[in-house]
C-alpha cells in the first residue's frame, strides 16, 4: 500500500489543537458552509507534504491564527508525523518528524527538509539513480526524481475539477507542468525503475548526440570562416610584395604567413622595393616608347623629303629626252643617265616606305611597350590600394604583430576538431537500447489503452450531457480528453464540450481511470490518496436535475473506492456543502464524515 492520510492537525495559537481524523480507503467528507476553512485544507496537506509554498492557504483567516501544520501518514512501515510552522514564522528549511506517528503538544525543529525529503522519497521506492530523463526551464535534466513530483495525480481543487482546458490544477505554474510532463509515464506504469533508467540514458545519449552534431556543424561554419579569414591575410600579405603569390592550401598559406611573422625587422625597410621596380620599368617603357616615337617622326621626315624629290626627276626626264637640243656635248647623256639612275631609286624607296622592315619593327614594339605600360600601370595602381594603409615601415610592423597573434590562433585550427567518431560512438550506444526502447513503445500503447478503457468506463454511468454516445480519448501530449463522435467521423475537442457538470465527470473519470491503472501497473511511488474539493461545485441550484447529477458524481466515488479495496486501496478526501444525510440517504457505505459539520461557529479554526 502506498500513503495515505490518517489525521490533520493543526496547532492554533489559542491552545487548541485541531486533529481531523481520516479513514484508510474511503471518502472522507470535510463538509460545512462556506468560509469556515475547508478549501485551505488541500493546500495544508502539500505544504506539509514539504512544498516550498504555502499557496492556497487562508492567510488571515487560518495562517496568522496557526503555530503549526501537521498530518500522520499511513506508511508501509506504519504511522508518521510531520509538522511545520505556519507561514508566517518563516521557517524554510526544517521541520518536525516523528517515525512512531507521536503527536506532541507542540512539534520542535528536529530534521532537515532535505533529510525528510529523502525519506518519503525512499518509502515510496523512488530510487536514489532514478532521474529526470529530460530537462526544462526549471527542471534540470539529471536532477532526481522526487516524490513530490506525483503529487499533482492526487490534488484537485474546485477550479481545476470544471476546468474546461487542463486536467491538472496550478496551470500557470511551470514546474507544476514540468513535473508532470517528465513523470507522467512513470504514474500510469509505462516505466518501471529499470524502463526509467533506460529511458534516462537514451535521452542523455541523444542529447550528447545532438551536442555533438551541433558542434560539428558550428566547426564546419567555423573552419569556413577561419579559411577565408587565413586567404584575407593572404592576400594582404601578397599586397606588400611579402609573398609572391597565393598557396593552394591553406597550411601552406599559415606556413608561409608564419615566416614572415619571425622574419627580421631588416625585411620591412624597404616594403616598397617592388612598386619602386614598377616605377622603374615603367619609366624606361616611356623613355623607349618616346624614341621610338622620335625615330618614327623623322623617317616620317626623311620620307616626306623622298617625296618632295620625286618632283626633281621631271626636269631630268625632260632634259634627258631634249639633251641634244638644250644641253649639247658628248658628256651631257652620262651625266643626266647617272642622275635619273639615283632619283628612280628615291622615287623607288618612298613607295617602298610602308612596307619597311625597319619602319614595321618600329611600330610593333611600341604597340608592345604600351602594352607593358599598361599593365604596369594597372599594377601599380592595384599595389597602391590594397597597400594604401600599410605605406610606412611602422604600420607594416603593426600589421607584423597583429599577423603573429592571428597565426598562432589560426595554427592550433588549422586542423579541425573531428566529432565523427564520437558521433558515430554514440549512435551505436542509441541502437544498443532500441529494442528496450521499442518495447516501452508497445507498453506505451497498451497502457494508454487500458487509461483510455477505464475513462469510458466511468463515462458510461457518468454520462456526459450531449455526448451519451461518444468515446473520450486521453492526448498525453496536451493532457486533455477528448471525445471521438459519429463513429470515428468527428471529435470535439475537451474545450468545446462546455457544460461544468460535463467537465466535472472527465476530470472525475480521468483521476479515478489514472489510479486504478497505477495499482494494477503496481507503481509504488503514486500516493494512494485523491483529494477533490467540491464536487457540487457545478450544481448550485435544488433542481432535480442538479440532485441528480451530484448524487451520480457521489455513488462513482463511492464504487470507486470499493472496487480498490481489493487492488492495494485508495482514500478520498472531499471538502463540500452536503450535509452527512445527504450520502446517508444514498446508502454510500464508503463515505465518513470527518469531525462534525463546520456550521456556525465551528470551523476549522476555533
Not at 512544498?51 to 492556497?56: D, I, P, Q
Not at 461518444?470 to 471521438?484: D, G, R, Y
Amino acid at each position: 500500500m502506498s500513503i495515505q492520510l490518517a489525521n490533520i492537525i493543526i496547532w492554533q495559537k489559542n491552545g487548541n489543537v485541531r486533529n481531523l481524523e481520516m479513514k484508510k480507503d474511503a471518502v472522507n467528507v470535510i463538509t460545512g458552509d462556506s468560509g469556515k476553512g475547508k478549501s485551505s485544507i488541500l493546500h495544508i496537506i502539500d505544504f506539509c507534504l514539504l512544498s516550498s509554498e504555502a499557496k492556497g492557504i487562508s492567510k488571515f483567516n487560518i495562517d496568522n491564527k496557526t503555530l503549526w501544520y501537521g498530518i500522520r501518514v499511513h506508511t508501509s512501515k506504519g504511522i508518521i508525523t510531520i509538522a511545520r510552522p505556519a507561514h508566517h514564522c518563516d521557517e524554510t528549511t526544517s521541520a518536525y518528524f516523528n517515525d512512531e506517528g507521536f503527536i506532541p503538544e507542540i512539534p520542535e525543529l528536529n530534521i532537515k527538509l532535505v533529510s525528510l525529503k529523502k525519506i518519503i522519497d525512499k518509502e515510496l521506492g523512488l530510487d536514489s539513480d532514478l532521474k529526470v530523463p529530460f530537462g526544462g526551464k526549471t527542471i534540470k535534466a539529471g536532477s532526481k526524481v522526487s516524490f513530490r513530483s506525483f503529487l499533482a495525480y492526487c490534488y484537485q481543487d474546485q477550479t481545476a475539477l470544471v476546468a474546461p482546458d487542463y486536467l491538472y490544477i496550478r496551470p500557470a505554474d511551470l514546474k507544476f507542468r514540468e513535473r508532470i510532463e517528465r513523470t507522467f509515464k512513470m504514474a500510469i506504469g509505462i516505466v518501471d525503475l529499470k524502463a526509467s533508467l533506460v529511458e534516462e540514458k537514451v535521452k542523455s545519449l541523444s542529447a550528447k548526440l545532438e551536442s555533438f552534431e551541433r558542434r560539428a556543424k558550428s566547426m564546419e561554419n567555423k573552419t569556413l570562416e577561419f579559411q577565408e579569414d587565413v586567404i584575407s591575410l593572404e592576400q594582404e600579405a601578397i599586397s606588400l610584395g611579402l609573398i609572391g603569390q597565393a598557396s593552394s592550401d591553406v597550411q601552406s598559406t599559415l606556413e608561409n604567413l608564419n615566416e614572415i611573422v619571425h622574419a627580421p625587422s631588416e625585411t620591412f625597410k624597404n616594403i616598397n622595393t617592388g612598386l619602386k621596380e614598377l616605377e622603374v620599368r615603367r619609366f624606361e617603357i616611356y623613355r623607349k616608347i618616346k624614341q621610338f616615337r622620335k625615330f618614327n617622326e623623322e623617317y616620317t621626315q626623311y620620307q616626306t623629303l623622298l617625296r618632295e624629290s620625286t618632283d626633281s626627276i621631271k626636269p631630268v626626264d625632260y632634259l634627258f629626252e631634249r639633251y641634244k637640243d638644250t644641253i649639247p656635248g658628248t658628256k651631257t647623256l652620262e651625266v643626266l643617265s647617272a642622275l635619273k639612275s639615283e632619283l628612280e631609286n628615291v622615287k623607288h624607296n618612298w613607295i617602298k616606305r610602308k612596307k619597311s622592315v625597319l619602319f614595321v619593327d618600329v611600330n610593333e614594339q611600341e604597340k608592345l611597350l604600351n602594352k607593358d605600360l599598361k599593365d604596369i600601370n594597372e599594377e601599380i595602381d592595384r599595389i597602391r590600394d590594397l597597400s594604401s594603409n600599410l605605406s610606412s615601415p611602422e604600420e607594416i610592423y603593426k600589421y607584423q604583430g597583429r599577423l603573429s597573434v592571428k597565426v598562432e590562433l589560426y595554427s592550433d585550427k588549422s586542423q579541425p576538431i573531428d566529432y565523427s567518431g564520437e558521433i558515430d560512438r554514440v549512435k551505436l550506444d542509441i541502437k544498443a537500447l532500441e529494442s528496450q526502447v521499442q518495447d516501452m513503445d508497445s507498453k506505451r500503447e497498451y497502457v494508454i489503452g487500458k487509461l483510455n478503457r477505464k475513462i469510458n468506463e466511468h463515462l458510461s454511468r457518468l454520462k456526459l450531457k450531449g455526448y451519451e454516445s461518444s468515446e473520450a480519448v486521453f492526448l498525453e501530449k496536451e493532457n486533455a480528453i477528448n471525445l471521438i463522435l459519429d463513429e470515428g467521423n468527428a471529435v470535439e475537442k475537451m474545450v468545446d464540450i462546455g457544460s461544468a457538470s460535463n467537465y466535472l465527470y472527465l476530470h472525475l473519470a480521468y483521476f479515478m481511470a489514472l489510479h486504478e491503472v497505477a495499482r494494477e501497473q503496481n507503481v509504488p511511488w503514486l500516493p494512494s490518496f485523491i483529494v477533490f474539493d467540491q464536487v457540487s461545485t457545478p450544481y448550485g441550484g435544488e433542481t432535480d436535475d442538479d440532485k441528480k447529477s451530484l448524487n451520480v458524481a457521489l455513488v462513482e466515488l463511492n464504487n470507486f473506492v470499493e472496487n480498490m479495496k481489493g487492488n492495494g486501496g485508495i482514500q478520498i478526501i472531499l471538502m463540500e456543502h452536503i450535509k452527512e444525510t445527504h450520502w446517508l440517504d444514498l446508502g454510500l457505505n464508503n463515505f465518513s464524515l470527518v469531525d462534525k459539520e463546520l456550521t456556525g461557529d465551528y470551523g476549522l479554526i476555533n
